[in-house]
């Protein structure tokens, strides 16, 4: 039956050792315990996740984990830091106040350009001392540099990165810090990040149709499709659609992007509008529209939404189904 999730494994692989190192990749994107076992044999020394549910169900494969954002401390953030080695994200001493008791390090999220959370450099000092004030285990900072995600703009984000976490390094050194940990990286701009001790791309496993756009990689990099059957065609508008909408794909669709999705294997063809279960295909001219019942594989604007809209996926070697895996962390939001 199709919508189906499908992820072609010797490409999985082939991202995954790929990608240079230092790592500590962000889980998110796939929430699958097989795929982190792979991540962590491949070299990676640690994983990064959004969330304390992700972290819960992570913990089961890794001893070292990273929430990076700025948490508001709880019971379960406790029992969780008693489990394994824990680091956390932190803008705020009003957070920090809240870690006090957690046997947790803590990370000064830095805003390098992304203007979402963080602090800027500026701040970071005063941020800092009131944080060893309070006794806590202050072990580095770090940055998203999302601002990664436009059209030419990766170079200049790492460049971004490399200031902030460069003058963080001097600083956190001066107040006593003597090797801070300096978290950075997107996938787009990790290849060009320089200064970070530890990156943590997350999308590059799959790849998807963004990152096809930004040009991180080619058609050959896509690891994770939606397979999708024809269901009905427009020889008068030369479109067909499929079944696969919003439900499954996500409806991300940045304003530089050419469509909500492209197709493996037709690489001028888009998608041009979606429904909930349904997605409108603008067919290249020229090309003969696919038969009804016939199966397409899409390649969605943004992988992370789509791993939380299924409960499995299907694992394909040699073109044909090897195994399934369960999306261990779906909905741990």
Known sequence: MTPTVRIDLARL?????????????HVKTHKILEIARRQLAAGAHGLTVATIGE?????????????AYPVWADKRLRALAARVRLSVGCDSLAAAERLVGVPAGVLIELDSGHH??????????ELARGIQDLGLD???AFTFPGHSYAPGAQEQAARDEDQALRAAGEILRALGVPEPVLSGGSTPSA???????????????????QQLELGTCDWSGIALTV???????REDLHQVIVVAG????????PAWASGYGRIKGMADARITALSEHHATVAWPAGERLPAIGAELAVVPNHVCLVLNLVDEVEVVSGGRVVERWQVAARGRN
């Open 138 to 140: 202050l072990q580095g």
């Open 246 to 253: 919003s439900k499954i794909l996500g409806s991300d669709r």
């Open 191 to 209: 290849r060009y990040s320089r200064v970070a001790t530890e990156r943590r791309p997350g999308v590059y496993v799959f790849n998807d149709a």
């Open 55 to 67: 972290a819960e169900v992570f913990a089961e494969v890794c001893g070292d984990l990273f929430i």
């Open 13 to 25: 692989d082939a991202n995954i050792a790929a990608q240079p190192g230092p790592l500590r990749p």
């Open 116 to 125: 979402r959370s963080g602090v800027p450099v500026s701040r970071l000092e």
């Open 227 to 233: 397979a999708a059957r024809v269901v009905s065609r």
